[in-house]
């Protein structure tokens, strides 16, 4: 089980804030991406600007996201 | 360092300069207070939605004080962060230095800042319009 | 911009945030406190006794102000200096800067302080021990 | 009449805050420090770091301060 998060215009084009994935294997997150672009072929002009987080760590292109990890989807950030 | 950061839905209300200025080491306190503009992308709004992946926004804004600390070492620093819908002229910002000497009080501040706007998970969700304020929140401005 | 200059003899109260930033054009307040330390040339003090040539610090203080006005743009800024007897612990002195956004506000805040320390015709007259506090000032701290 | 204010430092070596001085004739700081070092010789260590102000602005050394003038000897400031 993998938990994905969306945040701002993620949400938005999802249309909710979380996914409970019942995923058995690791990823990587370009094949995350691409199985978010399946499920909401809309959420593709949002990737090259949003960042991964696992598990609150922002991750590079590089790190296995594991069963049991919660990723959060970072849009460009506007706090303050 | 001190470090205390906090988000919050209610109106922000700076705490009163602590104790760690009675102590006599502090040559500096500075704030920063930033505040909800009446206009956005142009066109004049009445209040912003403010959203946060809350323990990652809280753990990232330690991280960036701590790290800034290193370089500008500071007695303590608090942050508040108000999320939630924020109406004009309220803060939705606070972050207070309590320092030896004004330089790195200054420092701290503005490299904090400038680091929130790149890495801290908060958003601008939304502008709300006159017609969109939950009365709650334009009874009590 | 709006510039308020004064020198006191008591304890500042630095003024709530105003009108100014009700009106939904500033997004930055920044405020910086000078506070007396606890020691002076390596010696533990009880408090600084400063002095002012009044109507010319008055006016130097608003020069430098309209001045860096002029290239950072601030909606109002406000500037408190205690002068006479200062407690440790206690604010020498107090600016307030409100803005359209932080950097000018950061700007004017650590600039003036720069130039206050050149310019301005105030000076930290004496160092006074613990035997030395008048009485008035100890009960008030 | 010209009116000379002493502060910090320079109050200390000349044991007042002001000094009325009956001058009829304008004269150049120089002469003005000339014939302060006279009355106090202990002045003089303070004449390099020192600056004049005429009238509550800052002068050079070749304004010439006038009879009416009121004249102030700006030690090293150190507020804030």
Redesign the interface.
């Given at each position: 089980m993998m938990r994905i998060?969306f945040?701002?215009q993620l949400k938005d084009v999802t249309g909710r804030a979380e996914l409970e994935w019942p995923e058995a294997a690791a990823m990587s997150p370009a094949q995350l991406w691409d199985r978010l672009e399946q499920l909401w072929p809309a959420i593709s002009v949002h990737r090259p600007a949003t960042r991964l987080?696992r598990n609150?760590?922002?991750v590079g292109g590089d790190t296995l996201l594991e069963p049991g990890d919660e990723v959060?989807l970072?849009?460009p950030?506007?706090?303050? | 360092m001190e470090i205390e950061v906090q988000l919050t839905t209610e109106p922000i209300e700076p705490p009163p300069m602590g104790a760690v200025l009675r102590g006599g080491s502090c040559g500096a306190w500075a704030e920063f207070t930033g505040v909800v503009r009446g206009e956005e992308d142009g066109r004049p709004i009445a209040a912003l939605e403010y959203e946060a992946y809350e323990p990652m926004a809280l753990r990232v804004m330690r991280d960036i004080l701590a790290r800034l600390g290193e370089r500008h070492p500071c007695h303590a620093v608090r942050v508040i962060h108000r999320v939630g819908i924020i109406p004009v002229g309220e803060a939705a910002i606070w972050i207070g230095v309590a320092a030896g000497h004004r330089q790195e009080a200054f420092a701290m501040l503005s490299e904090f800042m400038d680091e929130l706007k790149k890495d801290v998970p908060i958003w601008k969700r939304r502008a709300l319009g006159p017609e969109e304020m939950p009365l709650r929140q334009s009874a009590g401005a």
């Open positions: 998060l945040f701002a987080a609150g760590e922002y959060a970072i849009p950030v506007s706090g303050g | -």
